[in-house]
């Protein structure tokens, strides 16, 4: 046992740090680019907008076909797949030269980097039968540390070498770090496969309809979320402020974020996955209208941590109540659909920020928009968590 769960540890880390390099640059490392693209090639906002949308679309689309793979494919190999395409089409991504280019690639990169997700995540849930949120609250810890380093790693390389050298940079380091890592990952050994599934129990709804109810969820959630990942650096830019010092906010959002992740898992195991989830739903939609409403470095460097750490706890939620609502044999395939919808509203929250910014030159519809959507949100969240309750009453 302690073998074991020694293991475990080192699945956590490994799956942490491949999540921070891909999940990095495909949910919103985009964010950096926003400016010089817009420069150069005079493309809308929401055309560049589109980008992203086209790789969390591949997102979601691979996330269903790589679940339903990974149910019967070693994972080693179905991750060695993914870090492999992910770090070849940002490299190719240097040398695109029309808005379809880079749809095409990063969709790809999308479909490909699915493996890299949902079955990681599940995998980590495997290893960890017993307090599985606290591990996949440090497995999903890595996203939030990618997806505020990789942009602020980036603008420095643009700053350097221009956004096509950014790209080339980018994709060869995700080669050189992501190979080793995907090398490392394996399934647990079949013993403790065997007694996870004792302990985990059965769902306490029917798998089909906690996947409904959990996709449309987390579409809303995640078109909330999508928009300061999105265009808070150039909310900045757009108030004189440098893209190295916009995305050092972001950094600040997202360092936030690690610690958030890691409590939102750890509250998970004490009060249960939904409630857990739905504190931190309700944390992010108070607070992402405020971004408006900020106009001084200084106070934005102050104020986004304080978003990161609660937002940061919606990903971590999401994760575990999956996991707490779908079956064992099934997990990889279910949650694939389920972050499939996560991905789509990423996407769709991403466009529409850019969309609605390039209809009225501002971002306070965008970011109205992503509070709405964090309202249903928790409206479904709450009616779930009371769904369930009644049915256990019952059954006592």
Known sequence: ??????????????????????????????????????AEFHWPRGGIALINAAGLLGLAIGGIVMGRIADGTPIRTVCLVGVVMVGACVTLASGADRLWQFYLLFFLAGCFGAALFAPLIALVGSWFPAGAGLAIGLASAGQALGQGGVPFATAYL????????????LGLASLALMVPLAALVREPPRAAGGA???????????????????????????????????HLVPLLQGLCISGTDASGVLLSMLLAAILGRVAFGK?????????????ASAWQTVAVFAFTQIQDL??????????????????????????ALTPAPRRATLMGVILAFAWLGHGIGGFQGGYFFDLTGAYTVSFANAAL????????MGTLFLAIRQRRVVAA
């Open 1 to 38: 046992m302690p073998r074991r769960l020694h293991h475990g540890w080192v699945i956590v880390a490994a799956v942490a740090t491949i999540l921070a390099i891909a999940m990095g640059q495909l949910v919103n490392g985009l964010s950096v680019f926003f400016v010089p693209l817009e």
């Open 158 to 169: 643009i700053e350097a070498v221009g956004w096509r050298g950014a790209f080339l940079a």
């Open 196 to 230: 996870a599934m004792r302990v985990e129990g059965t769902p306490p709804i029917p798998p089909r309809l906690a996947v409904v109810w959990l996709s449309a969820s987390v579409l809303l959630c995640c078109a909330c979320m999508a928009v300061p990942l999105m």
């Open 267 to 279: 509250l998970a195991d004490i009060i249960g996955p939904i409630p857990a989830y739905m504190a």
């Open 298 to 323: 200084g106070h934005f460097f102050v104020f986004a941590p304080i978003y990161g750490f609660g937002y940061a706890g919606v990903m971590t939620g999401v994760l575990v109540t999956a996991r």
């Open 373 to 380: 959507a964090g309202v249903v949100n928790l409206l479904l």
